[in-house]
């Protein structure tokens, strides 16, 4: 399903004075001599569920729009509408922005202008499975965080307490968290003093996993082959399928640190069948060493050149030497994302 999403079109000056006569305005100036370096002119209004949406009023120079001036909105149209972003959400972007235009309308009794003339920034396409029970997401998030990514810095997210990841890029951020934590530490205490059956949402989540990807303008801008992607134009299958495509990615990495051998006496066998008995009984040893003594002090007291040989060859055979020791093995979830069903 679509979640955040951040978009812009032109407006006129009658619009921008509207909307800045009802934001908050912070300046940056010159003390000594006034000159003004910028203005940031932001508004915040509140879904029913107290979920925000940013509403922000700029010069069109930032988008190169020299007749008029730029108008960004951003915020989670699920959230504001249903006060969480689980299941049961929306597909259709078109939809969503009309929404988020009848909201800002509304709220500042302005015309905005036509679909046709609304862009993109950023989309946010999250999906949630349904693992069963707290155990298996904990369980599957703990081993995801001890893997290794060469191509991408895997953070602990440490906001939805420690159980979840994130992998930041340019183009794109994948995240992969419980979302029963992350729901209970940031949006429960909105529906205090609502009708909306906490209770029994609580239980449907609990045991739900999330797999998000933040779209940039960058990968946008990639797959469309265009510096100014209008929102009529994204099909969301195209979403889907850079969800798909760069989790797959990821994961095929994870399933590969997770395919290892798992005891000393496999370990011993698999060396020394691929690299003679010789060969083999070295880097055994070696892996002991990493083993017992860490691989901060073996790389201390090893030759650069024999380190590395080493730990290619490893690699090689598969022996996960880094986190062989930290991997849960008696719970690892059976769980694919590309072949479970979303919740919806």
Not at 173 to 194: G, V, W
Request: hydrophobic share 35%; net charge positive; aromatic share 14%.
């Amino acid at each position: 399903m679509i979640d955040t999403i951040k978009i812009y079109t032109m407006v006129n000056k009658q619009i921008y004075d509207k909307i800045c006569s009802n934001s908050i305005v912070k300046t940056s100036y010159h003390a000594a001599t006034g000159e003004i370096y910028y203005n940031i002119i932001n508004d915040h209004l509140s879904g029913s569920y107290d979920s925000s949406l940013s509403v922000r009023v700029d010069s069109g120079v930032k988008y190169k729009f020299t007749n008029g001036y730029v108008l960004e909105i951003e915020g989670s149209y699920h959230k504001i509408v249903k006060g969480y972003n689980s299941h049961t959400g929306y597909y259709n972007l078109s939809e969503i922005v009309l929404g988020f235009k009848e909201i800002v309308e509304n709220a500042y009794n302005i015309y905005l202008p036509s679909l046709q003339h609304w862009f993109v920034n950023r989309i946010d396409i999250a999906i949630c499975f349904d693992l069963e029970n707290q155990q298996n997401v904990l369980g599957y998030i703990n081993n995801l965080s001890l893997c290794s990514y060469p191509r991408r810095q895997l953070k602990n997210y440490g906001d939805f307490g420690g159980t979840g990841v994130y992998y930041a890029g340019s183009s794109t951020t994948l995240k992969i968290y419980n979302k029963y934590a992350e729901f209970k530490k940031h949006d429960m205490s909105k529906f205090k003093n609502t009708s909306f059956d906490l209770i029994n949402y609580l239980d449907i989540i609990k045991g739900f996993i999330r797999f998000e990807v933040e779209i940039k303008k960058k990968k946008l801008v990639s797959i469309y082959n265009k510096k100014y992607i209008r929102v009529r134009n994204i099909c969301y299958n195209d979403l889907r399928n850079i969800w798909s495509d760069e989790f797959m990615k990821l994961l095929k990495m994870y399933e590969s640190d997770l395919k290892v051998v798992r005891s000393k006496e496999e370990v011993e066998n698999r060396l020394c069948t691929l690299f003679g008995s010789r060969k083999g009984n070295r880097l055994y040893s070696f892996y002991l060493s990493l083993v017992v003594d860490g691989i901060n002090l073996v790389k201390a007291r090893t030759s650069h050149n024999v380190y590395y040989t080493n730990v290619r060859d490893l690699k090689k055979a598969g022996v996960d030497f880094s986190q062989m020791l930290d991997i849960n093995y008696e719970h690892i979830v059976d769980f694919n994302p590309f072949e479970f069903k979303e919740v919806v």
